[in-house]
């Protein structure tokens, strides 16, 4: 089941509402937000915005104080980050979250089993299933551009190349929506360039969220910006808009320009 505004457009997220209270501070104070079907949505804002506690809460690793967050159509405000998982919704993390002493290959096929198979022990076991998924593993790494690096170990991998292949793993659950944190902190320039392309590749049958620091990342690459200021949503659009959106100047008063916190 889709989510269909008003306006005619489908939105996969939506979220109304959402609100995160720690003690009597707001971190997230009642945000609307709507990530279209197959765009780049990037949330930004300055620090101290709440942009990290409301991902938490739309990727469900937070409970929302109030709210409701909708997947697909489906209230999915109460349910594990597994299960919204297993139905198409996955983040992947700032900090690269793959099995260091594997190769590359087994790292994916890994990802891919448990797909296939669900979180049981066979997961560690079955050899003869994990070659079944051999091909598809392969062609992951190539839609990653992890091709020459397949009997690598991941522990070996420039920073750039592990985050590509945590991306890797991340695509071997099959995401509708991926939401990415942070994908490009701490690359050198000519990973953020390489790092922005697969973004963009795999954006082309997806839809990606992502939390983005780099200000020329999200020009680029966003299709739809929302900024977030004290917990708040303080504008949305495409970058032209945002950019030049009076209260959006102000808050980045004194923010470095080319990065986001």
Request: proline fraction near 4%.
């Amino acid at each position: 089941m889709t989510s269909r505004h008003k306006d005619g457009a489908d939105y996969v997220l939506t979220a109304k509402g959402l609100t995160k209270v720690f003690g009597g501070i707001r971190a997230v104070d009642n945000v609307d937000l709507s990530v279209r079907r197959n765009t780049i949505h990037a949330l930004i804002g300055p620090n101290g915005a709440g942009k990290t506690t409301c991902f938490n809460l739309l990727s469900k690793f937070l409970t929302p104080s109030s709210g409701t967050i909708k997947y697909e159509g489906q209230d999915v405000t109460a349910l594990p980050p597994a299960t919204i998982a297993r139905q198409g919704m996955v983040r992947s993390f700032q900090i690269s979250a793959v099995f260091a002493s594997m190769s590359v290959l087994e790292n994916v096929r890994l990802a891919l089993q448990r797909r296939v198979h669900g979180p049981s022990f066979d997961f560690w076991r079955s050899v003869k299933c994990l070659h079944a998924l051999e091909d598809e593993a392969v062609s992951l790494l190539e839609e990653v551009g992890l091709a020459d690096f397949l009997h690598a170990r991941a522990a070996d991998l420039p920073y750039g190349r592990k985050r590509a292949l945590e991306i890797a793993t991340t695509l071997a659950l099959d995401p509708q929506l991926l939401l990415l944190d942070e994908p490009l902190a701490g690359m050198g320039q000519e990973d953020i360039g390489r790092t922005s392309d697969l973004i963009k590749r795999v954006a082309q049958t997806r839809t990606v969220l992502m939390v983005e620091h780099n200000l020329s990342v999200v020009a680029t690459l966003s299709d739809q910006i929302t900024v977030l200021a004290r917990g708040a949503v303080l504008a949305e659009g495409d970058y032209a808009a945002v950019s030049q959106n009076p209260a959006v100047v102000e808050a980045y008063i004194g923010e470095p320009h080319d990065t986001y916190d």
